[in-house]
């Protein structure tokens, strides 16, 4: 009775005109519409993928405790495969798949179930862990079913859209729903960084590498991610956007064992009201650059800090992680357009789109056996590397780029920025192997992580 009353109620409150639009099914066509047809067309391309990798476990909880390690030893790990299950989508007839990093990424063993219960074996041929995005080669296909590419700059809020996946291993399922959001970002939409089409159609776990359909049965996007309290999926689901898909898949067809994105040489956050008002912008939008590099093709094209980036190919820009996005779907190679706003004027350029170059690449050094830090590598401080360790772009100096064999007691990382040994500055690298060279009973080190100054002291012994 209450449903009913309520019904009444917002049948009366509803205007004449939307009730007059609002109609039941007139005939059996209307009443049968359904998306069997797209489902049919596209599930044979959905596929189960099954990996295996061997990760070391530690037999204490402690083993991994910055401070307890310091003081015992915990002994070896001890290795154990652990196994994963998910989704891929068939994007080649000859076999080419993509799925999560998270499904394969570092798999000693993949195995590919496809619809009609064929199974291949799979490799990874191009993968990225910042983009959660994996590319595999199935051994032996031909002529397989494949998917073809939506233009996701094209979907809007509203768009149907089908989840297509392997949820709980029960087999392959099928959720409806809409895209419910576009240009998506942050840590806690994804396990990859970006830029991300956001939807209600139901993806559990499992659904992961799976595809987001639109209704002309074309892949929209590959379901990445959920966002929830329980592990249940309550309607926020994520999916990377086919466009940056078709990026990867072209790099891993043209043999690439990296994917390549354009650099950037920026640091920029979004325009709020206030910046807006006191940059002279009518309204909020954009990013702001906080931080260039001199080497920047952002530097090159005229720009400076304080001026404001709002669209860059015919595409608005409003956060970093578009930014980032927007580069990396147009590939390195060639120019785009940018347009900025910079001293109170609109105004356009052309900016060159490559790697960060890496004019220091032949400067590293490894330390060997003769030196107290036997096994520690090193190399100068160039944009690639910046890039590749997520250091600020203001980084210089000799920076640590792998830690092996005795150095480990030195508790170094990877993107430590080295200052100085025994009170002499650390430069390049040459200066290194310089102050290890002279006998000491005590090293002091002193390096830089995430921005703070810190200290190592050991024996010479």
């Not at 391309?45 to 990996?51: F, G, H, K, L, S």
């Not at 495969?81 to 994007?91: A, E, H, K, W």
């Not at 799979?122 to 296909?141: H, N, S, T």
Request: proline letters at 7%.
């Amino acid at each position: 009775m209450r449903i009913a009353a309520f019904c009444l109620i917002v049948a009366a409150a509803l205007p004449v005109p939307l009730l007059a639009q609002a109609k039941v099914p007139a005939d059996r066509a209307e009443i049968g519409l359904s998306f069997a047809p797209v489902v049919k067309a596209a599930a044979p391309t959905v596929v189960n993928i099954y990996a295996s990798r061997i990760v070391a476990q530690r037999l204490s909880p402690f083993a991994d405790d910055p401070l307890f390690s310091q003081f015992f030893d915990f002994g070896p790990s001890v290795p154990r495969v652990q196994n994963s299950l998910g989704s891929g989508v068939i994007l080649r007839a000859d076999g080419i798949v993509v799925s999560n990093f998270h499904v394969v990424g570092g798999a000693e063993d993949i195995r590919v179930v496809l619809a009609d219960r064929r199974e291949y074996a799979g490799r990874v041929i191009l993968a990225d862990e910042a983009a959660d995005l994996a590319v595999i080669r199935l051994d032996g296909a031909e002529d397989l079913p494949a998917l073809d590419l939506a233009d996701s700059d094209l979907a809007e809020v509203g768009d149907l859209v089908l989840a297509i996946g392997n949820p709980f291993g029960v087999g392959q399922t099928v959720t409806s729903g809409i895209v419910s959001g576009l240009a998506r970002a942050g840590g806690d939409m994804g396990r990859g960084r970006g830029y991300f089409i956001q939807t209600d159609a139901a993806i559990n776990p499992g659904n992961s590498g799976g595809a987001l359909v639109d209704t002309a049965g074309r892949l929209l996007g590959i379901n990445t991610s959920i966002l929830t309290r329980s592990g249940g999926s309550h309607g926020i689901g994520f999916a990377i956007p086919s466009n940056l898909v078709a990026q990867y898949v072209a790099q891993a067809e043209a043999g690439a064992a990296d994917f390549a994105r354009p650099w950037s040489g920026i640091e920029v956050q979004p325009v709020d009201a206030g910046m807006a008002e006191a940059l002279g912008l009518a309204a909020p939008g954009g990013v702001v650059i906080r931080q260039i590099h001199p080497e920047s093709p952002f530097a090159k094209a005229g720009l400076d800090a304080g001026d404001v980036v709002t669209g860059i190919a015919g595409h608005p820009v409003d956060g970093p992680q578009e930014l980032d996005y927007r580069l990396a779907i147009l590939g390195p190679g060639g120019t785009a357009d940018l347009r900025y706003w910079s001293d109170g004027d609109e105004a356009e350029t052309e900016i060159v789109l490559s790697p960060a170059p890496d004019p220091d690449a032949e400067q590293s050094l490894r330390l060997g056996s003769g030196s107290p830090l036997n096994g520690l590598a090193v190399a100068a401080l160039g944009p690639a590397l910046i890039e590749r360790l997520g250091l600020p772009l203001s980084a210089e100096g000799v920076v640590v780029t792998e830690v092996a064999g005795p150095s480990r007691r030195t508790r170094l990382r990877p993107g430590d920025i080295l200052i100085a040994v025994n009170g002499l500055p650390i430069r390049v690298p040459e200066d290194l192997a310089a102050a290890t060279a002279q006998p000491a009973r005590l090293w002091q080190i002193e390096f830089l992580r995430g921005g703070r100054r810190a200290m190592v002291r050991l024996s010479g012994g």
